[in-house]
């Protein structure tokens, strides 16, 4: 590998990393009218755990989720409120439930221009979903309190119309947001969306942003939520680090409420003082609602819709952009580096695949090679499609699976491990080696998976390039491996397992930031099952996994080309397979003839 042209391609990536320079901004938050608070946090406490204590069990379609929809119109009311149910229908753990939102409206000035508070209402654990979601629906019915007609005058008449949203079937799917956003119109139609989230518990508030595909809400509506927070509480909320956010957008994946709406171009910020899933040894029954974050969220909310309502739009700006302290990087700036940062890999490769040319190394039964680890993982992924296609992984159909309820389907994992195994030893009767491998053999081995490689890149340029920050470690660190396969095999595996860095921290995050543990890798994997994530990226993966696998195979001392014709088997594989089943059971006969000669 042409060290001195890798490193001089480097110098291209300057461009765009000074383009990235120049696309930093600072968002402005909406000014808030100086107005007296009328958020009551003692009577949402009481709100809430009036609720969880007689509704402990809001699961959709139990009827303690009727009498929690039945409670919140009652809540409501004295207020003077009509309350809407919008009922709609899914498949919940294989069961067709029925699902309900509760739609509470006060029109504004402007009927068609909506600013939407929500929270979810269903819920259930130890401390009867006190604080998942029984503290958030209840500063729901507070704040809709503080704009009702019989509230303060200065509250009654507003430019935009309010919406206050109660939703079901959170904790599997995001169901009723997900239903909400996608009625006619929605998108038109509303400005803002504020979700409030476990927001009584005692971790720290924080804004959740990202939606399920690769974009982010209005930076204006998070500022304005950040500084009102800030604000009430003395201190900034969290917020997820830029290394999160950047992760965020190259895999969308939220379970909370705001993602269907940010993925529809609707400015929306969850706030919450919770994990996605909190342990069972946090839930202790009869629950402790932490009074001050009750408090402040509930300020910093009723200050945001108070900002919003002055009559002033907020700006969409950027569809994606990374949130650093207090600025902000655009979406496009980073796509331009990521995809910059591709070219000093594709120079090197191109520079390596030439040389094997110069010096008439083919390269042809490498690429050969590489297709047969393709056609097992084709293989693979086709099967793991086709069970999902039954339902032996669930039937979520589009939709986040619970967090909360992970489970490995043992039997069908069996067979699947086992038909992939079959098709392993398929394909591994073309990989073996069967001689010694000369060193240009294994360059010319290097050069083919660094070439599929390099389009493995550009296939996930095309697709999203904020996924490129899952390859450049692979890219960047195996083009390095002609340059250490005469060193240890310690060196070799360390070079190796660095082009691994990308899909680890994908799995780790899942593992730490959703709760999700030793469950992470079957978690992402039932994402790809149920259509969530999204197709071109699996099929991409498994190119990369190919990839994987022939230079693995190289740093261990196990690869092969593909052989000549001279040096393969007089029958393939699969009729080298039958044959030798014949001749067991053929054999088999035999013997058992045999024994019955004897015995006679």
């Known amino acids: 590998m042409n060290g001195r042209l890798y490193r001089g391609t480097w110098l291209l990536v300057g461009l765009p990393l000074l383009l990235l320079a120049f696309s930093v901004a600072r968002p402005s938050a909406l000014q808030a009218p100086n107005l007296p608070p009328a958020f009551d946090a003692t009577t949402a406490a009481s709100l809430a755990k009036d609720l969880a204590l007689r509704y402990p069990d809001r699961t959709p379609g139990t009827p303690g989720a009727k009498g929690a929809a039945a409670w919140f119109r009652r809540a409501l009311k004295p207020y003077g409120f009509d309350v809407h149910p919008d009922r709609f229908t899914a498949t919940i753990h294989g069961k067709r439930t029925t699902l309900v939102n509760l739609v509470v409206e006060k029109t504004g000035l402007t009927p068609r221009a909506e600013i939407v508070v929500m929270a979810h209402r269903d819920g259930a654990g130890a401390d009867g979903g006190l604080i998942n979601n029984a503290s958030g629906t209840a500063a729901l019915i507070e704040l809709a309190r503080s704009y009702a007609p019989t509230a303060a005058a200065q509250r009654v008449s507003l430019p935009y119309s309010l919406v206050f949203l109660s939703t079901d079937g959170a904790a599997d799917g995001v169901r009723g947001a997900a239903h909400f ?29 990202n939606g399920n595909t690769a974009r982010s809400p209005a930076p204006g509506l998070v500022e304005t939520l950040r500084a009102a927070l800030a604000q009430e509480a003395g201190g900034d909320p969290a917020r997820p680090s830029g290394l999160q956010q950047l992760f965020g957008l190259a895999f969308p994946f939220s379970p ?157 994992l069996i067979v699947f491990v086992a038909l992939a195994a079959a098709g392993w030893v398929v394909a591994r009767s073309r990989l073996l080696p069967r001689r010694e491998i000369r060193p240009e053999e294994r360059l010319a081995g290097q050069s083919g998976a660094l070439l599929a490689l390099g389009v493995v890149g550009l296939l996930v340029a095309a697709t999203n390039p904020f996924a490129l920050v899952f390859v450049l470690p692979s890219l960047h660190a195996w083009l390095w491996l002609p340059q250490v396969q005469t060193q240890h095999p310690a060196v070799r595996a360390g070079v190796f397992a660095a082009g691994l860095a990308g899909p680890f921290y994908l799995v780790w995050s899942f593992a730490t930031h959703y709760g999700l543990g030793w469950d992470a890798p079957w978690y992402l994997a039932k994402l790809f099952a149920s259509g969530y994530a999204p197709l071109p990226l699996f099929v991409i993966g498994l190119g990369w996994l190919a990839v994987a696998g022939q230079l693995a195979a190289l740093a261990a001392g196990r690869y092969t080309p593909y052989p000549a014709a001279h040096e393969r088997p007089r029958r393939g594989p699969l009729r080298e397979l039958f044959r030798t089943l014949f001749l067991v059971q053929r054999r088999r006969a035999a013997l058992a003839e045999a024994r019955r000669a004897v015995n006679e």
């Open 181 to 209: 956003a996608a009625e006619p119109g929605a998108r038109q139609n509303i400005l803002g969306v504020i979700n409030l989230d476990s927001i009584a518990g005692h971790g720290r508030p924080r804004l959740i942003l």
């Open 256 to 412: 909370y409420e705001q993602a269907p709406f940010v993925s529809r171009g609707i400015p929306a910020v969850t706030i919450t003082t919770a994990g996605a899933r909190p342990p069972e040894a946090r839930r202790q029954r009869g629950g402790n609602l932490d009074l001050r974050h009750l408090r402040v969220i509930g300020l910093a909310a009723q200050d945001t819709v108070d900002a919003m309502e002055e009559g002033v739009s907020l700006a969409q700006g950027p569809t994606s952009y990374v949130f650093l302290g207090q600025r902000l990087i655009r979406g496009w700036a980073i796509e331009i580096v990521l995809v910059g940062m591709l070219l000093p890999f594709l120079a090197a490769a191109v520079d390596l695949f030439a040389r094997c040319r110069r010096r008439r190394i083919r390269v042809a039964p490498a690429l050969r090679s590489y297709r047969s680890r393709l056609g097992f993982w084709a293989w693979t992924g086709g099967l793991f499609l086709v069970f999902g296609g039954f339902g032996f992984w669930g039937r979520d159909s589009g939709h986040p699976p619970s967090l909360n309820a992970v489970t490995w389907p043992g039997a069908a």
